[in-house]
Antibody, heavy 123, light 109 residues
Framework: QVQLVESGGGVVQPGGSLRLSCAAS????????MHWVRQAPGKGLEWVAF????????YYADSVKGRFTISRDNSKNTLYLQMNSLRAEDTAVYYC????????????????WGQGTLVTVSS | EIVMTQSPATLSVSPGERATLSCRAS??????LAWYQQKPGQAPRLLIY???TRATGIPARFSGSGSGTEFTLTISSLQSEDFAVYYC???????????FGQGTRLEIK
């Protein structure tokens, strides 16, 4: 069965950096685009970033462009999110999510989600 | 950016009754729309994609309709496990972007 397990969350000061990881299993990781989606406490869902199955294309929400970098290691079945210049408004649960379309060129929608990892930006 | 607006913010319905949730896009997204259900402390679950196709394992009481800018999620006969928050999501291919509605909380009346 598909499993997505996020790690790397924690408390960081404003302006700091953090790297999230998502370990994937139960499907052919290298065939699917992957996403990061976040949810601030008590708020709705916000898409953060997408990476194509082969890592050749990446797309970001305007709110994180230039500060966050999505990447993947298909040999390790792992997705990453490098977060720099963190702000208080980046505080959220960060979910790793699998795109439904095999070999999709663009972000579509999410058929499996991890349980999330909490990032708190606070001094 | 395409803005998704869901209504109502909160919907109170009795078990066994029908619930109708709405989602409007600020510009046409064709049929590039998905619906998710989220329960407290859990990750979202995909219900509907392509505006009207049920995802694997989703009961037939869930149905989606619409295209362009107006979409509807209907739950025909509410079960206790259906009370949750529901989100719509558009996926526009160019420029590539994803946006969610703000959610509709479906609560027991």
């Amino acid at each position: 069965q598909v499993q997505l397990v996020e790690s790397g969350g924690g408390v960081v000061q404003p302006g700091g950096s953090l790297r999230l990881s998502c370990a994937a299993s139960g499907f052919t990781f290298s065939s699917y685009g992957m996403h990061w989606v976040r949810q601030a406490p008590g708020k709705g869902l916000e898409w953060v970033a997408f990476i194509r199955y082969d890592g050749s294309n990446k797309y970001y929400a305007d709110s994180v462009k230039g500060r966050f970098t999505i990447s993947r290691d298909n040999s390790k079945n792992t997705l990453y999110l490098q977060m720099n210049s963190l702000r208080a408004e980046d505080t959220a649960v960060y979910y790793c999510a699998k795109d439904r379309l095999v070999y999709g060129d663009y972000p579509y929608y999410f058929d499996y989600w991890g349980q999330g990892t909490l990032v708190t930006v606070s001094s | 950016e395409i803005v998704m607006t869901q209504s109502p913010a909160t919907l109170s319905v009795s078990p066994g009754e029908r619930a109708t949730l709405s989602c409007r896009a600020s510009q046409s997204v064709s049929s590039n729309l998905a619906w998710y259900q989220q329960k407290p402390g859990q990750a979202p679950r995909l219900l509907i994609y392509g505006a009207s196709t049920r995802a694997t394992g989703i009961p037939a009481r869930f149905s989606g309709s619409g295209s362009g800018t107006e979409f509807t999620l209907t739950i025909s006969s509410l079960q206790s496990e259906d009370f949750a928050v529901y989100y719509c999501q558009q996926y526009n291919n160019w420029p590539p972007s994803i946006t969610f509605g703000q959610g509709t909380r479906l609560e027991i009346k």
